[in-house]
């Protein structure tokens, strides 16, 4: 069996199993997001407006109807379906389908993760604030923002130590939160057991149509689906069988406590519900301090697991060639978790902004939701292409599409009130992510579409009298050289160029080429060796998965050392130099890092794409630190990049007069 058909079984295991851990991570930090919205999604639909039985009524319909067709079927049952070597999410998706559609599919694989990216920023906000202000109910007037703001400070801060050791809690505390919203939920529906006829889906239409401007409270309403999203993005970490099973118990809890506040509101018909959610006045009185604490650690588990999937999200963007290279921490002990330093910090100036710009999350619900509904409309397009590629009969995919697409682009419209109420921010955000994922993606095409390719076996003879003329000094015994390339046979010209052309010939014992070639599989670290000349010319390739740390310096160490001992290389003693526990000989690493030359005349967009894209080469993580390489044996070389050469006017020599007595 290979080692790709052994990761596909294991994924396959991993997936079909249900254990108690494995639903216990589920309930932690898939369902954050979408369990903490009973906090807000009815507080936005009759914020400044009285509750009247056609719209209580009416969303608690539209509400269980949403949480059937967009997260039970579109993500629970279909879109769980599509794993990536046991990884989820919408880059995951694409990941997986590129390979039987054209190129087209990379747009809405971007645009997805770019929304999906921009909501992110204002969820922590939204979700901490609806649980804080409850406070107000017994302390009118009390101001949140400070707490608020000391609580996200303290999410991010703790970020860069992992989560192992509170990481464990995660599960039991929100089966606490999932509990108690479903026996709050529960004890108000007793008493008004009548709001259950809203499961008729009758009572939506009802509101949709007959309400007037009750179309448009669907921007509020699709608050309650708001982390399904996220949901599928998480399934890596706990199993689709894991999520599936407890999604039982997490839709049971929404939908009583949904119900439980629309019993409330439909008791004080003709009233407001003020600045409180109905869901603090559900909760018995005796019952608001502990309501409140479990609500505040609810909301910071669920930007805990929102930030992580940010996290997950990015790091496959870059592995994607989708995304500026970042520096990538896996913090604590837990296999796959990761820290991106750049992004967590972008992400909380981005939190702390909506929070000191929106102030209460009433404004901050007139925001939301806008960007992930992009999200999902991105994700059915990929998921039809799921279907098709599953082959499942041409009938079914067309009905399944085009209901997701008919409510999603109900969700849209309704959502597009948000823009002038906040959310066009998010909107541009959303959109600054899609244009820089662009800008990188078309940088990197244009810059490889100019990369001159040799083979090096042309080069052997010269190669070998370089190394052997004594007359030239020795750059060092061993020369490494980083390369795109994945074989010898197509290497890049500019690195023979290194070796002969500047200045003075590098000569050494060994020339060595490293290829580092990310996979679509989240783990695993193997590497291949082919020697076109053994006595010099040596060609190391490593295949690490997406989510491995990529120690490159540390591996090629050990490759080293391995063909010392099995003889497939002479490395002498001379100039070896101990690194903690291991000697190899005396290397030179040279990188190869090309700029933007002067001489470039680009038409306007090539122009702004290449820019763009070393400006943004420059803010991102140089590439010794990205492969893990000591800086002591470092060497990186600059080199132009001319896209397009500028003519310029023609250029004349002046003519002068010699007098005589000049000469």
Request: net charge neutral.
């Amino acid at each position: 069996m290979s080692k790709e058909q052994s990761m596909h079984s294991n994924s396959i295991t991993f997936h079909q199993k249900i254990t108690l851990a494995g639903s216990l991570i589920a309930v932690g930090i898939v369902f954050g997001d979408i369990g903490t919205s009973p906090l807000y999604t009815l507080n936005a639909v009759f914020h400044n407006r009285v509750i009247s039985e056609t719209i209580a009524l009416g969303s608690l319909s539209c509400i269980f109807w949403t949480l059937f067709f967009q997260t039970t079927l579109k993500y629970v049952i279909i879109a769980l379906q599509a794993d990536n070597h046991g990884e989820g999410g919408i880059l995951s998706l694409y990941a997986l389908i590129k390979r039987y559609w054209g190129r087209w599919l990379l747009f809405p694989a971007m645009a997805g993760g770019a929304f999906l990216m921009a909501d992110s920023i204002i969820t922590p906000p939204i979700s901490v604030a609806s649980a804080i202000e409850g406070v107000q109910m017994v302390i009118p007037g009390f101001d949140t923002v400070p707490v608020i703001i000391a609580i996200i400070i303290g999410i991010f801060v703790f970020q860069q130590f992992g989560t192992d050791s509170i990481g464990k809690i995660f599960g039991p505390a929100m089966v606490v939160w999932f509990g108690f919203i479903a026996v709050i939920g529960f004890i108000s529906l007793m008493g008004n057991l009548s709001v259950l006829k809203a499961l008729n889906p009758y009572y939506g239409y009802k509101m949709l149509v007959e309400e007037p401007r009750g179309f448009w409270l669907l921007g509020s309403i699709f608050l309650c689906t708001t982390g399904a999203e996220a949901l599928y993005s998480d399934m890596g970490h706990c199993g689709r069988n894991n999520i599936r099973v407890s999604w039982i118990f997490i839709k049971t809890a929404l939908v009583l406590c949904y119900a439980g506040q629309t019993a409330w509101l439909m008791d004080h018909i003709g009233e407001s519900i003020g600045t409180v959610s109905p869901f603090y006045h559900i909760v018995p009185r005796e019952l608001f301090w502990p309501s409140l604490v479990i609500a505040t650690v609810a909301a910071i588990i669920a930007s805990q697991a929102l930030i992580s999937g940010c996290f997950t999200l990015i790091s496959e963007a870059i592995c994607l060639g989708l995304w500026p290279r970042h520096r990538v921490l896996f913090p604590g002990s837990i296999k796959g978790q990761l820290y991106i330093p750049a992004i967590n910090w972008a992400l909380m100036g981005g939190c702390l902004f909506m929070v000191l710009y929106f102030r209460e999350s009433i404004k901050m619900e007139a925001a939301y939701g806008l960007s992930v509904t992009l999200t999902m409309i991105m994700s059915t397009v990929l998921i039809y292409c799921y279907l098709r590629v599953k082959r499942v009969p041409l009938v079914y995919v067309m009905v399944v599409t085009l209901l997701f697409a008919c409510i999603e682009f109900s969700f849209l419209i309704a959502n597009l009130q948000k823009i002038a109420q906040g959310g066009w921010i998010t909107l541009g955000i959303g959109s600054t992510l899609f244009l820089i994922m662009f800008i990188w993606w078309k940088g990197q095409r244009i810059r490889a579409a100019l990369i001159e390719f040799t083979d090096i076996a042309a080069h052997l003879p010269s190669l070998r009298k370089l190394r052997s003329d004594r007359g030239i000094p020795k750059f060092a015994p061993n020369i490494v050289f980083l390369t795109h390339s994945k074989s010898l046979h197509r290497l890049e010209k500019n690195l023979i160029n290194s070796i002969f052309s500047y200045g003075t010939p590098k000569r050494a014992d060994n020339y060595w080429f490293l290829h580092v070639n990310v996979l679509e599989v989240p783990y695993g670290v193997s590497y291949e060796i082919s020697s076109i000349a053994k006595d010099c010319v040596h060609f190391v390739n490593f295949d690490l998965g997406f989510h491995e740390e990529p120690r490159i310096g540390l591996y090629f160490r050990q490759v080293v050392q391995e063909m010392v001992a099995s003889r497939e290389v002479v490395i002498s003693e001379a100039g070896a130099f101990q690194y903690g526990q291991s000697t190899a000989g005396d290397f030179k690493i040279i990188i190869r890092d090309s700029f933007l030359s002067y001489d470039n005349n680009m038409p306007l967009l090539t122009d702004f794409i290449m820019k763009g894209y070393y400006n943004l080469k420059h803010l991102s993580v140089k590439e010794e630190s990205n492969f893990g390489l000591d800086q002591s044996n470092l060497v990186v070389e600059k080199y132009p990049l001319v896209v397009t050469l500028h003519q310029g006017s023609e250029l004349k020599r002046k003519s002068f007069a010699t007098h005589e007595a000049d000469i």
